[in-house]
T-cell receptor
């Protein structure tokens, strides 16, 4: 079955530290890729998306992600995190054969001031 | 501004009762989706609809039903609530491309 794996379930960082959250998916065809963020008590918001073109995608709030097709990966990065980045982060994939969004398990990021 | 709303935001019900969660969007999107969010599972698709009178089962559809009588609404019904259905439920909509827009969620507790 198609799946999305997020390797880090809970990450704790200090402010100004760099962030990288891993995401891998299991589908060999064309995909659309997303990172969503859920701040405490709020709904999911889109951070960034990849449909085609430049595999390095820039999103809101200084986040970026790189699509590496050969590794089936779409890792999320931010060079310097802030306390306000404390949230849960979800990687999601839409395989071209189903058109349906498949979510990873989520990563809880806690940033200490 | 166009938006997607869910009601109620919090609900406590008893085992065996029928519960309906509302989802309303004003974007005029054809596609609407219901997900449940559980710790360690991310979001899982319950049901989805690609237009009026169209409904489809998702990954975890047992015990749930939906109906689509107009473009704006996709209510989710739990026929006979079970404790395993305690969860946070998110509705989403999409105009037809892969990006989806999510509602604020409904926290349902079944006692």
């Amino acid at each position: 079955a198609q799946s999305v794996s997020q390797h880090n379930h809970h990450v704790i960082l200090s402010e100004a530290a760099s962030l990288e959250l891993g995401c891998n998916y299991s589908y060999g065809g064309t995909v659309n890729l997303f990172w969503y963020v859920q701040y405490p008590g709020q709904h999911l918001q889109l951070l960034l998306k990849y449909f085609s073109g430049d595999p390095l995608v820039k999103g809101i709030k200084g986040f970026e992600a790189e699509f590496i097709k050969s590794k089936f990966s779409f890792n999320l990065r931010k060079p310097s995190v802030q306390w306000s980045d404390t949230a849960e982060y979800f990687c999601a994939v839409v395989p071209s054969n189903t058109g349906k969004l498949i979510f990873g398990q989520g990563t809880t990021l806690q940033v200490k001031p | 501004d166009a938006e997607i709303t869910q009601s109620p935001r919090h609900k406590i019900t008893e085992t065996g009762r029928q519960v309906t969660l509302a989802c309303h969007q004003t974007w005029n999107h054809n596609n609407m989706f219901w997900y449940r969010q559980d710790l360690g599972h991310g979001l899982r698709l319950i049901h989805y609809s690609y237009g009026v009178q169209d409904t489809n089962k998702g990954e975890v559809s047992d015990g749930y039903s939906v109906s689509r009588s107009n473009t704006e609404d996709l209510p989710l019904t739990l026929e006979s609530a079970a404790s395993s259905q305690t969860s946070v439920y998110f509705c989403a909509s999409s105009p037809g491309h892969p990006e989806q827009y999510f509602g604020p969620g409904t926290r349902l507790t079944v006692t």
